[in-house]
């Protein structure tokens, strides 16, 4: 099937260049069509906020390809290139499994999810990519390659978090665990005071924890505390001079919480509560941009009170920033590479010139931090400022030029971030 109609991501900040969007049915018919075709790039739930996904060529969805396989001897699941988050994990549930970790929204698909070393939150909770123990992909030439973390240990941390870059990946395989219960409890106005001696403490005080702000008042407006039932802890009833919600919340201030996930301290499945949104509930228009930068957890209280210098320029375009923490991981082109990170993630009101503006500013003063972007959300940072950041990338390119000597999978973004 072809789709020539014309394409904007999710935000609808973005308009592809791409001409045809093809979309193969099975593996054998992906084949085909990367053989056929000069210039490509997959196509996913166009989540990210830039042109990563875009080719001056075609592009291709596996939308189709939804097959999930349990091994439930090796304790894995593996799932074809369409599945989203939201359909795995209802999935797995039902037969006693889950993933470790989830995006804050269930509706992206796992491997553009992996590819862009998209996370979840929880200091001891690598990003979802960490999951990762097989995949397999089309090269250049439309051959099936399988890599595995144990085959192949040398790559398989360079092919992972891959940008698209090596391939087209028609299937992922997970490592999987028995399914949990989690409870979610959400207090309200944290001063930024208990961060200078706290943070990793606070970023370590559930399974799961989120930090929402405005950057306005020294604080952070709401405390999301995901804690897994079966670590028997139960949340705090008080939490650093927070106060304990007692209804459900939504993380920006005055918008009705139908939407989000379950909270007051009641217990659900994992696949319930580790998002803050219910997978029933499609993201509104998506009339918002997205930033993030990670910086060094023992470096964030520092990180933040650079950001909030910049607090009265921010907030009038801002819904919310949120403040997750990330455990380190071996991908090579992970931004959380051998580093326990601290996730700063600006949800920007749909104002794309002010927040181009904005957004090399917020750069600029998390500089000294050694901050690298979130890759499939907005960022304006010197390429060679962001290359001299990624300790890996001459063996990355490595890689991409051996299973695309010719660059077919390349395109504008990744030759302008990465060459």
Not at 147 to 154: S, W
Not at 373 to 383: L, V
Request: include cysteine; proline fraction near 6%; hydrophobic fraction near 40%.
């Amino acid at each position: 099937m072809t789709n020539a109609a014309p394409r904007t991501n999710w935000a609808g900040n973005y308009t592809y260049n791409a001409g045809d969007l093809l979309i193969p049915a099975s593996v054998e018919e992906a084949q085909e069509l990367v053989r056929q075709t000069p210039q490509l790039r997959a196509l996913g739930t166009r989540h990210c906020f830039h042109g990563i996904a875009d080719s001056d060529g075609a592009q291709i969805s596996l939308e189709r390809l939804t097959s999930i396989t349990l091994d439930e001897a090796a304790r894995t699941v593996t799932l074809g290139a369409g599945v989203r988050y939201g359909d795995l994990a209802v999935w797995l549930h039902s037969r006693g499994y889950a993933i470790h970790n989830l995006a804050s929204l269930p509706h992206i698909s796992v491997v553009g999810g992996v590819m862009t070393a998209t996370h979840g939150s929880g200091l001891r909770n690598r990003n979802l990519a960490a999951a990762v123990v097989g995949l397999e992909m089309l090269n250049a030439n439309g051959d099936l390659v399988t890599l595995t973390r144990d085959a192949n240990p040398d790559i398989f941390p360079g092919a992972v978090v891959s940008l698209g870059a090596l391939g087209i990946v028609t299937s992922i395989t997970l490592q999987i665990e028995p399914a949990f219960e989690v409870a979610q409890t959400v207090y309200e106005n944290l001063s930024f005071d208990h961060l200078r001696d706290n943070l990793r403490t606070i970023m370590d005080a559930a399974y799961s924890v989120s930090l929402f702000t405005t950057w306005q008042n020294h604080r952070a407006t709401q405390v999301w505390l995901k804690q897994r039932v079966d670590d028997g802890v139960a949340a705090p009833a008080e939490f650093y001079g927070t106060t304990q919600a007692t209804a459900n919340l939504h993380p920006l201030a005055g918008h009705d919480p139908v939407n989000c996930t379950q909270q007051l301290g009641v217990p659900g499945p994992w696949h319930e509560r580790l998002p803050h949104f219910r997978m029933e509930f499609t993201p509104s228009s998506g009339a918002e941009i997205q930033t993030e930068l990670f910086v060094p957890i023992d470096m964030g209280y520092d990180a933040i009170l650079a950001v909030e210098t910049l607090k009265d320029e921010i907030t009038p375009h801002l819904h919310v920033t949120e403040l997750r923490a990330i455990a380190a991981d071996d991908l090579w082109m992970s931004p959380n590479y051998r580093r326990d990170s601290l996730g700063i993630h600006f949800t920007w009101k749909a104002e794309p010139e002010a927040v181009a503006h904005l957004v090399p500013k917020i750069e600029a003063v998390l500089s000294p931090f050694g901050a690298i972007p979130h890759w499939g959300k907005f960022f304006t940072m010197d390429p060679r400022v962001l290359q001299r950041r990624l300790p890996n990338l001459t063996r990355f390119k490595n890689l991409i030029y051996h299973y695309d000597p010719k660059g077919k999978f390349l395109n504008e973004f990744l030759e302008n971030t990465i060459y």
